[in-house]
Nanobody
């Protein structure tokens, strides 16, 4: 069984910074693309950032210049450095990963971590 476990979410003031982590554990061949998504109350889940296995990144326009996605392939971990946080960044942040098993690939999700930006 494969698990994705996020950490790092908390209450932060506007203008502050947070670093989220998401680690994959279990039995698999490798991890392909990974990503961060968020869902605010009453809104649909939206893409925040993605990163391929070779480090190519993609960001939502709303976070460009403020958020940075990175990964450590040796640790099967993805990170999201969030700077200059705004109240509209408040959401549950979830990671996903395309996990390669022997002969197939599956998309797996973490359980999410709450980020609240408020004074």
């Amino acid at each position: 069984q494969v698990q994705l476990v996020e950490s790092g979410g908390e209450l932060v003031q506007p203008g502050g910074s947070l670093r989220l982590s998401c680690a994959a554990s279990g039995s698999f061949v490798s991890i392909n693309a990974m990503g961060w998504y968020r869902q605010a109350p009453g809104k649909q889940r939206e893409l925040v950032a993605t990163i391929s296995s070779n480090g190519n990144t993609n960001y939502a326009d709303s976070v460009k210049g403020r958020f940075t996605v990175s990964r450590d392939n040796a640790k099967n971990t993805i990170y999201l450095q969030m700077n200059n946080l705004k109240s509209e960044d408040t959401a549950v942040y979830s990671c996903n990963a395309y996990v390669r098993f022997s002969g197939y690939v599956q998309l797996r999700w973490g359980q999410g971590t709450q980020v609240t930006v408020s004074s």
